[in-house]
């Protein structure tokens, strides 16, 4: 399956996403170079938090910038530049740590609402 994605004004572009999972800070921990909390799933988004969030690559094709606003990805110089600092492998990608063991996602994308 591919996708095609545009800048061009169209009206899946305007769908909003229903969010429908409540924050809190077992569940979505932070990370530990960067201010900024971890989502594993899109679905999963926060409707009652209004920070920075870490959220997988399939966020892309439910894109609206009337409710989100993408900062950036979470790796490597562009991370870098944002202000993501070396984690406990020495890397610029994010690290959280949860019960003890630290973890890297898979890249991310930072996201506001």
């Not at 996708?3 to 305007?14: E, G, I, Y």
């Not at 562009?78 to 973890?103: F, I, W």
Request: aromatic residues 14%.
């Amino acid at each position: 399956m591919g996708c095609w994605f545009t800048n061009l004004d169209t009206s899946k572009r305007h769908e909003f996403l229903t969010l429908y999972k409540r924050y809190s800070p077992q569940e979505f921990p932070k990370y530990d170079n960067y201010d900024a909390i971890e989502v594993s799933k899109t679905a999963d988004i926060p409707y009652d938090y209004d920070g920075v969030m870490g959220v997988p690559l399939t966020f892309l094709d439910k894109y609206n910038p009337d409710q989100f606003e993408i900062l950036g990805m979470g790796t490597g110089n562009a991370a870098k530049e944002m202000g993501v600092k070396k984690n406990y492998r020495g890397r610029t990608d994010l690290a959280y740590t949860v019960n003890g063991k630290q973890q890297c996602p898979y890249n991310r994308i930072l996201i506001r609402r």
